[in-house]
């Protein structure tokens, strides 16, 4: 869950169709409604008008470093292979436009031994602590479930008690990184996830 996931090339394989079966009307604990849905390359002008607006703080833990995305990873983290990787964007509507809210995605790795996958989610602030990062981390890990992954995994701050606390509530075991304590292990074995609250549609 780290850069990465922005930095890998493009892949040559012919590219799966749009995963349209993964878009949903939904909504939070408050009321908000929100439709989430898999990002398309044509969202590139919403993913930078959500990037830029992120606080120092929030791109950091994202990143793991100060640094700000190119952009041709923006390009890249919209233009995707859904055979390979998935983003689900949750989208809000306000004065008759669309405003992303947060964005979890998934990249495989799979390997000989098992099929699995690397996660990053970022929740835009104002919009964070109101159970949109578990709206979405939930369905991600749900569709990388339906699509064969056995495990999915990603590292984060061992100081992101809110990536930590949300990642044990849907069944990740968290780790301290052997050698540096700094970073935090998360891994999600495929499984059951715990049961839902009753959301607003
Ligand atoms: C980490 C992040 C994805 C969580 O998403 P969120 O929308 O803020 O979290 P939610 O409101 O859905 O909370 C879900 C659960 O996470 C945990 N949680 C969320 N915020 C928390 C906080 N500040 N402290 C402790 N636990 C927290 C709780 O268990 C919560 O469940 P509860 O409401 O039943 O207690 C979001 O805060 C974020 O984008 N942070 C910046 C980027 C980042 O850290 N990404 C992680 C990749 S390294």
């Known amino acids: 869950m780290t850069t990465e996931i922005a930095l890998r090339p493009f892949a040559a394989a012919p590219r799966a169709p749009y995963p349209a079966h993964l878009v949903e009307q939904t ?10 849905r898999p990002i398309r390359a044509g969202d590139l ?26 952009p041709g990873e923006l390009r890249r983290l919209t233009d995707i292979d859904y055979a390979r990787e998935l983003a689900l964007i949750a989208l809000a509507r306000h004065q008759g436009r669309d405003h992303m809210l947060g964005v979890a995605r998934y990249v495989r790795e799979d390997s000989a ?8 989610i970022v929740i835009a602030d104002r ?23 056995g495990v999915v995994g990603g590292i984060t701050l061992s100081t992101n008690a809110a990536m930590i606390a949300l990642a044990r509530k849907l069944g990740f075991r968290a780790v301290r990184e052997p050698g540096n304590a700094s970073v935090t292990e998360l891994r999600w074995q495929a499984g059951d996830l715990p049961p839902e609250r009753i959301l607003h549609s």
């Open 27 to 36: 909504g939070l604990a408050d009321g908000t409604p929100v439709t989430i």
């Open 45 to 70: 002008p919403l993913e930078r008008a959500f990037v830029v607006r992120l606080s120092p703080h929030t791109r950091y833990q994202r990143l793991l470093s100060g640094r700000k995305l190119l």
């Open 113 to 120: 031994e098992q099929a699995s996958c690397d996660f990053a």
């Open 127 to 149: 919009w964070q602590g109101r159970g949109l990062g578990e709206v979405l981390l939930r369905r991600l890990l749900r569709a990388a479930r339906a699509d064969g992954i």
